[in-house]
Each structure stands twice: as C-alpha cells, then as structure tokens.
Nanobody, 123 residues
Framework: VQLQASGGGLVQPGGSLKLSCTAS????????MGWFRQAPGKEREFVAF????????YYADSVKGRSTISRDNAKNTVYLQMNNLKPEDTAVYSC?????????????????WGQGTLVTVSS
C-alpha cells in the first residue's frame, strides 16, 4: 500500500492550496481517510476526516470553515482544500487510511500512513 501526498508549497497568508493524497495497493473505496499535520517542534494533530462512502466529514476546530475534505474514488484520491491560510497552518501534512470506519480513529489506529507534503504560509 502506498499513499502519496502532494500539493504543498509556499503561499501567502490568506491564500489557498489544494492537497491531494493518492492511494494504491488497496480497495480505496473501502477506506476512510484522514489528514494530519505536524508543525516544527509540535505534536501531530488531526486536521480532517472523510468516511469511506464520503457520507460524513469531520474537521479540527482550527481549520473548520476554511477547509474542505473530499474524495474521488474513481481516482483513488482524497483532497484537502484549504482557504484563508494562516501562518499557523504551516506544517507537514500527511494522509492516512483506516478500513471502513465511520468515526475518526486515533492516529495509532490508522492502517497506513503516507509521506507528507510541506505547506508554508508566509509573506
């Protein structure tokens, strides 16, 4: 199983980015997916989660209202659209999958993790 995150980069405060996480080696439509981030010197934190059927989404309070998680099962890809980015959003963003769960699991309960993509919000 491989999860490949992409779409990070340098963006000015108030800008937008759309992150992607493409999976291979699994039946993508049977897996719920989460986004996490880790800033330098800080612990990893939950960002967003979408169920395997895309029926439910969950967001951290820190990104709620500014971010949208979605998925395209035909492309084996989950997206995280982030708007009105702030310097405190600077972090490495990673994706993870958990088989057919309907509630966001604890980080240690995810089945697979991907490499991260760096998002830097700075003027």
């Amino acid at each position: 199983v491989q999860l490949q995150a992409s779409g990070g980069g340098l963006v000015q405060p108030g800008g937008s980015l759309k992150l992607s996480c493409t999976a291979s080696g699994l039946t993508f439509s049977s897996y719920s997916m989460g986004w996490f981030r880790q800033a330098p010197g800080k612990e990893r934190e939950f960002v967003a989660f979408i169920t395997w059927g895309a029926g439910s989404t969950y967001y951290a309070d820190s990104v709620k209202g500014r971010s949208t998680i979605s998925r395209d099962n035909a492309k084996n890809t989950v997206y995280l659209q982030m708007n009105n980015l702030k310097p405190e959003d600077t972090a490495v963003y990673s994706c993870a999958v958990k088989h057919t769960t309907v509630l966001p699991p604890r980080p240690r309960d995810y089945d697979y993790w991907g490499q991260g993509t760096l998002v830097t919000v700075s003027s």
